[in-house]
């Protein structure tokens, strides 16, 4: 079993940034991936940005450039910068694992971006 705990999120002010964190724990070997995923009110989840085993990086539709997603491997834990941040990225936002097949979730942190 994979536990993933979220830290970091909270509230902040359009144009602000935030910083969130992810620490894997138990039965961790070698994630295929780690990333994160958010879910705004009324809406689906959607990708926010991922890291593979081999350091290759995919974002969500014109996140590149504002977030930036980083993993330390011997760690087991994957941050996410997130710059400039917009009222469109308040959401929960979840980490991920995934490994042997199966995909972890985390329990989500809340990012509220408001004036």
């Known amino acids: 079993q994979v536990h993933l705990v979220e830290s970091g999120g909270g509230l902040v002010q359009p144009g602000g940034s935030l910083r969130l964190s992810c620490a894997a724990s138990g039965s961790v070997f070698n994630f295929n991936y780690m990333g994160w995923y958010r879910q705004a009110p009324g809406k689906g989840r959607e990708l926010v940005a991922r890291i593979l085993s081999v350091g290759t990086t995919n974002y969500g539709t014109s996140l590149e450039g504002r977030f930036t997603i980083s993993r330390d491997y011997a760690e087991n834990t994957v941050s996410l910068q997130m710059n400039s941040l917009k009222f469109e990225d308040t959401a929960v936002y979840y980490c991920?694992?995934?490994?042997?097949?199966?995909?972890?979730w985390g329990q989500g942190t809340q990012v509220t971006v408001s004036s």
């Open positions: 991920t694992a995934a490994q042997g097949g199966l995909l972890y």
